[in-house]
């Protein structure tokens, strides 16, 4: 069952009613400021930082679901003269849940879009921020269709946040007396904290002169009454109220009058904005907030025509995103996730890592280290530069020791010290990321730029030093097999080998209680030879060829240990625990075969030449794919082990342990494609694609425009029912599955390699890709069943399937591959 569609014209999700299995949400803004916005006008916003900068409140998990947001109510102030009609009711459904007579909502890229009609006003509201601005726009339309002119009263509301999330959901007995605001020409400004350590404020402003307003909550809703039903909607009597404490709001009050046929826009602005330490207050000396700053930035977007056309700004921002890469396949499912969502979501997840989400609640995570470097590889096209910069903050909040804290905030950059280091995957990923973005750009300059360690001046080192330790930290930390130590977790956060937790509440990341010597992960060694293959051929180029032998020879002596202590017979092993004894081995009773093994070690090359790479993936396809993807482990397991962490503390099926966590999914894709066998390849991608799984939206009940986390496994009650949308390493790691490897666009450090491993049943594809500033129209066609590819560029034949890069001020180039 499908509760909306895909406008693939105007890019947008039309979702077609508002009882979506879950809030299916939306992220507005792509810079500083961000706004999640679900269908419903849930949803919050945020400077930058969605714990420390947050600007209206957003209760999770709360009852009933997705309550707080964005919120417009329409008041008939002639309701007598419409019995049958409710008085007051939300266009957007949310928060008075009366039934609409029409609804639709269109998620778009950047922008959310809701349309509401009942009792004759039909309504639309575009929510959306212009790009460059640390404000969000709420541009409202009513048209009166009815036969009578309409006496309408509109009321806007927001709930402020006292900035810093986790101490405003907590810290009651402070913020009932901290909370502030002013209002000025009808103006409502939130400046909780302002008079101390702060010299940011919140504003909300209408188009219109407002004619009634409040600021505080409960002089808005009433006492014991909730958003459903505020008071001042229902008698149609603002306050005027002055938050002094307690829980300022901002609410305002327009009439209007609407002939017949009658059609008014209405905006409002929602920002943030800061003010010069110096010029915090005017007139100097007073406690009065300076708004001389800020009033040019309110008043130009009170205007329509501005309005517009940052909305049409906006528009053409994300066209010329897309068009880096655009793809024309025989499957609409693959084109529009390519040309449009999976893009989008690449961007989400590049902005705000695992931070801010519908599941995620913007409080406990910074840039996750591991997750950003991964993000990278899907967004490197998008915007170079923006990846360039996340780089070098990531390495600068590497360690001296080529460790890594596993996050770093994003308002400080610093390394978060809760979490602190110890996940011995982390360093290596930077070299794919760096890799990557070489490959994209050319840009080798990137590896000579200086950058510190932990953030601390003087202790600057190139980025290919950087590198280079990250490749020497898992060489000196190898266990007994001569395998890489594990630490606190590898990709797999959920397998905390040296974590033998028996108290509640202990966080299984950061408890460790063994000496970490003998626990060993075979998924870093894959891990390893991926990384030191790309550092090798770094090196090679820039003609280091002592570091380039060191990293083979590197490489060679950890595929020996694989070889030796890492093959099961048919798959590869995951891990050795404390004891020596290895997991994901058929000796286990649970936990005998791991996906991620597979997928890390054939997407390195190991196995290629032996038959071993066939065979572990033989292996996936017997034991752990389903319907709904392929299963993180199988058999899950049913109980507490102590000696493996949080993996087993979730419940068969869920989550780390034996879900289809989609994120390794597409390495398995990888996997098949490196063997040459496209229709598994393309099988495993549809199975998970979520565009292909809006029919199933009853079961699945996540977005069908964006991929999450995971899918519940067969061990759970609810197989195929999806949590965790949005921020997931998945969205970039199926971008590079389907993009790089099944139709085989990849760029390489000496230009665009044309190698597609095609499902048996296409004919071809075309393809139009944006590479270091040339655009390459690509066709493909099949000329018979096998991968072979035969190169043609610009009408001559080139051996190999690397297009090399084109004479400086080439603009084109076309290029033709057949493949048989
Ligand atoms: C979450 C984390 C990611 C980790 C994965 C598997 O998605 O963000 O870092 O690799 O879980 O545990
Ligand atoms: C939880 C999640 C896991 C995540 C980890 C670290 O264990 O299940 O996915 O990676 O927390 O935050």
Known sequence: MRYGHFDDERHEYVIERPDTPLPWINYLGCEDYFGLISNTA??????????????????YNNVPADTGGRYIYLRDDEAASHPTDPPFWSPTWQPTRIPLDEYECRHGLGYTIIRGKLAGIASEICYFVPLGESLEIWQLTLHNDRRQT?????????????????????????????????????????????????????YFACSETATGFDTQREAFLGPYRGWEAPKAVESGQMSNSISVGWQPVGALQVKLRLGPGERKTISFVLGYHENPPNEKFDPPGSQTLNKRTVRPIIDRYRRDGEIEAAFQKLRAYWSGLLDTLQVRTPDPHVDRMVNVWNTYQVMATFNLSRSASYFESGIGRGIGFRDSNQDLLGFVHLVPERARAR??????????????????????????????????????????????????????????EPVAYDNTPGTEESLYGHLQRAIRFTLDRRGPHRLPLIGRADWNDCLNLNCFSDMPGQSFQTTTNKDGLTAESVFIAGLFLIAAAEMAEMARKLGRDGDAQ????????????????????????????????????????EGQIFI??????????????????????DSVAERLLTPHGILLHQPAYQSYQLHLGEISSYPPGFKENASVFCHNNPWVMIAEARVGRGDRAYDYYRRINPSVREEISDLH?????????????????AHGEAKNSWLTGTAAWCYVAITQWILGLRPTFDGLRVEPVLPSTWSGFDAVREFRGVRYDIHVERRGPGNTVGLEVDGKPVAGTVVPLPEAGARQVRVIARLG
């Open 42 to 59: 849930g949803g919050y916003s945020f400077y930058k930082d969605a714990r420390l900068r947050r600007l209206t409140r957003y209760r």
């Open 150 to 202: 309409a006496n309408l009263s509109v009321y806007s509301a927001v709930e402020f946040c006292l900035w810093d999330a986790w101490d405003d959901a907590t810290n009651l007995q402070r913020n009932l007396s901290i909370g502030e605001v002013e209002v000025d020409e009808r103006i409502i400004y939130h400046k909780t904290e302002y008079r101390e350590r702060r010299n940011h404020f919140a």
């Open 391 to 448: 780089i070098l903050d990531l390495a600068a909040s590497q360690l001296p020791s080529g460790a890594a804290y596993h996050q770093y905030q994003p308002l400080t950059k610093r390394g978060n010290h809760d979490v602190g280091s110890g996940f011995n995957d982390d360093p290596l990923w930077l070299v794919l990321s760096v890799a990557a973005y070489v490959k994209e750009t050319g840009d080798w300059g990137i590896l000579d």
């Open 550 to 589: 060191a990293c083979v020879r590197a490489a060679e002596e950890m595929e020996t240990a694989v070889g030796e202590a890492g093959w099961d017979g048919a798959w590869f092993r995951r891990a050795y625990d404390d004891f020596g004894r290895p997991i994901g081995s058929k000796e286990c009773d």
């Open 596 to 617: 991620e093994p597979q997928g890390v070690c054939v997407m390195a090359g190991l196995g290629l030449k032996d038959g071993r790479a066939l065979q572990a993936l």
């Open 701 to 717: 009940r996540c977005e069908p425009y964006v991929y999450a986390q995971m899918i519940a496994g067969r061990d759970a009650p």
